[in-house]
C-alpha cells in the first residue's frame, strides 16, 4: 500500500509526483475564462453578428440591445446588457461543488492536492460567511437552468439566414454550446438529489427512479461537462466577436439566403 493511500500527509516536496500539473492548469485555465469574460462582458460591442447571439449576452434584456431578446429594460440603461444576467451563471459555477473542489485546491490551496498539507493552519468549512452561501447552489441551479431556455432559442435563431435555413461554423458552435451547458446543467449534483436523492424508497416512482439514473450517469462525468461548457462558451463569444471585428469569415456549408 502507498503512504498517500494509507493516509499519510507528506509535505509538498516529499511527493515525487506532478501534484502541482493539476492546480496550475486550473489556475490557467479558469483565470483565463474569467479574465476573459470581464472583458467581453464589460465591452458592450461585437457580441452580435446576424444571426448569431454571444451566449453571454443572452438573453439580452434592454432597449438598447444590439439584438434584443426580451427587451424589459429601458433605454436609460446604458451599461453593458451583460451586467444584468451575469449573476446567475457566475453563481452557478462559483457555487458547483466540483468548481469549489477545484478552486479552494488551486487558488486556496486549502489543500492543493491530496497528501498536501494546507498552507493555512486552520480550516473552517464552508459554515462561516462568505462560504456560507455556496450552500445555495441549488437555487443558482434553478436560475442558470432558466437561462438555457433563452440559449436554445437562441440556437433557433443560429439557423435563420434571412428567413432561410442555413448552417454556418457559428450555428454549429452556438449548438455545441448549448448541449453542453444543458449537460453540465443536468449532470448537476443538486439536480441529481432534486429528481429523487431525498427519498427513502423509489417503490411506485418509476419516473423518479428513470430520472435519477439519467442524472447519475450524467453526473459520473460532471467534470467533463463542467470544463468542456465552461471552454466553449467562451470560445462561442470569441468566434462572434471576431466575426463582428470582421476579423473571420463565417464557413457556410448550407447557405441560407
Ligand atoms: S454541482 Fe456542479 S453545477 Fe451543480
Not at 492543493?112 to 445555495?136: M, S
Amino acid at each position: 500500500m502507498s503512504t498517500i493511500a494509507a493516509g499519510v500527509r507528506h509535505r509538498p516536496q516529499e511527493r515525487k509526483d506532478l501534484w502541482w500539473l493539476e492546480p496550475t492548469v486550473i489556475v490557467v485555465v479558469l483565470g483565463t475564462f474569467v479574465l476573459y469574460s470581464i472583458y467581453a462582458g464589460l465591452a458592450n460591442a461585437n457580441y452580435f453578428f446576424e444571426p448569431y447571439l454571444s451566449p453571454l449576452y443572452s438573453p439580452c434584456l434592454t432597449a438598447n440591445c444590439v439584438h434584443p431578446t426580451l427587451p424589459l429594460i429601458g433605454s436609460y440603461w446604458n451599461l453593458s446588457p451583460a451586467i444584468l444576467i451575469v449573476a446567475f451563471p457566475l453563481a452557478f459555477r462559483v457555487t458547483c461543488y466540483y468548481y469549489r473542489r477545484s478552486y479552494y485546491r488551486a487558488f486556496f490551496w486549502s489543500p492543493p492536492a491530496c497528501a498536501v498539507p494546507d498552507v493555512r493552519k486552520g480550516y473552517a468549512g464552508e459554515t462561516r460567511f462568505p462560504f456560507l452561501i455556496q450552500n445555495l447552489h441549488r437555487y443558482a441551479l434553478i436560475f442558470a437552468t432558466t437561462l438555457l431556455i433563452f440559449l436554445w432559442w437562441d440556437v433557433l435563431l443560429a439557423f435563420n439566414f434571412g428567413g432561410h435555413f442555413g448552417i454556418g461554423l457559428g450555428s454549429v458552435l452556438m449548438l455545441a454550446n448549448v448541449i453542453l451547458l444543458s449537460g453540465y446543467s443536468a449532470s448537476c449534483h443538486s439536480l441529481r438529489y432534486l429528481v429523487g436523492g431525498y427519498l427513502d424508497s423509489f417503490h411506485g416512482k418509476s419516473l423518479r427512479f428513470r430520472l435519477w439514473s439519467w442524472a447519475n450517469a450524467l453526473n459520473a462525468r460532471h467534470a467533463r461537462w463542467a470544463w468542456a461548457s465552461l471552454i466553449v462558451v467562451g470560445l462561442t463569444d470569441l468566434y462572434i466577436r471576431l466575426l463582428s471585428m470582421g476579423v473571420l469569415t463565417d464557413p457556410r456549408w448550407v447557405p441560407g439566403t
